[in-house]
Nanobody, 125 residues
Framework: QVRLVESGGGSVQPGGSLRLSCEIS????????TGWLRQAPGKEREGVAE???????TVAQSVKGRFTISRDNDNNSMYLQMNDLKPEDTATYYC???????????????????WGQGTQVTVSS
């Protein structure tokens, strides 16, 4: 059973930074894409960033240049460094892992992969 546990959420002022962590139970990263999604109140879930099975990175346009995704395969951990946070970044952030698929596909088919429990990020002055 794949388990994902997020940490690092919290409240920050606009322009601030947070680093989210996701501990992933041992998986074969050659078979799994991993990434981050978020859902703001009253809005649809959206993809933030992902690392595919080839190690290629995709980042949403809305966060490009501000958010950085990384992964430490040896330590089964994934990170999302978030800089220059904006109020519109307020959301629950989920880490996810998808075998043989993409994180983006999980937006349409949540059952394609595995989800963490989510961690809240609030950006407010």
């Amino acid at each position: 059973q794949v388990r994902l546990v997020e940490s690092g959420g919290g409240s920050v002022q606009p322009g601030g930074s947070l680093r989210l962590s996701c501990e992933i139970s041992s998986i074969d990263y050659r078979r799994y894409s991993t990434g981050w999604l978020r859902q703001a109140p009253g809005k649809e879930r959206e993809g933030v960033a992902e690392i595919d099975t080839y190690g290629d990175i995709t980042v949403a346009q809305s966060v490009k240049g501000r958010f950085t995704i990384s992964r430490d395969n040896d330590n089964n951990s994934m990170y999302l460094q978030m800089n220059d946070l904006k109020p519109e970044d307020t959301a629950t952030y989920y880490c996810a892992a998808a075998p043989g698929s993409t994180i983006a596909a999980m937006l349409v088919r949540p059952d394609l992969g595995h989800w963490g429990q989510g961690t809240q990020v609030t950006v407010s002055s």
